[in-house]
């Protein structure tokens, strides 16, 4: 199989009251998928210690379209959806397969990558950045604009007083 496609298995723990997926499995399918993906790629969580860096990430969306079960065998895959010129911010994919091939979720990613001493974002090393632009790329593939960053769904609000 590609490097790109995990393959998961639903445990009792990833359900929720309804017997189905519960949302934040699927949160840490997509996580895991992304670090077996970066891991495969020679970015392991010991080497992203050594070079004193990290992913950070600042929104992740879930599209639901077909439940999965316990006990289901499904696949993921993460592909590159975008990234601003400077190499700062970046978009993953992430689409949840059924063992019968249909559509389960789709998910999309934006982060960046934190300097864990400064603690300020980072552009990936030449290596990092190699093995990121060689990624499989979305069908939805696009670069990414800085002012696309800001997400015109956060309202501006105040604590509200009693």
């Known amino acids: ?18 017997r189905h997926v519960a949302n934040v499995s699927y949160s840490h399918f997509t996580n ?16 992203m210690a050594v070079r004193n860096f990290g992913p950070v990430v600042f929104s992740e969306e879930f599209h639901y379209l077909s439940e999965l079960h316990h006990g289901e065998t499904f696949f993921v895959d993460v592909e590159l959806l975008g990234n601003t010129p400077d190499h700062k911010f970046w978009r993953f994919s992430h689409t949840f397969f059924k063992q019968d091939g249909g559509l389960a979720c789709y998910s999309e990613l934006t982060f960046g990558w934190l300097n864990l001493e400064t603690r300020k974002l980072m552009m990936p ?22 002012n696309d960053l800001r997400s015109p769904k956060i309202p501006k609000k105040s604590l509200p007083t009693t």
């Open 32 to 47: 895991d998928t992304r670090v077996s993906y970066l891991a495969s790629m020679g970015f392991t969580q010991e080497v």
């Open 125 to 146: 090393d030449e290596d990092l950045l190699a093995a990121l632009l060689r990624m499989p790329k979305s069908e939805k593939y696009a670069p990414v604009a800085h």
């Open 1 to 18: 199989m590609q490097n790109n496609l995990k393959t998961f298995q639903i445990r009792w723990s990833d359900l929720d009251p309804n």
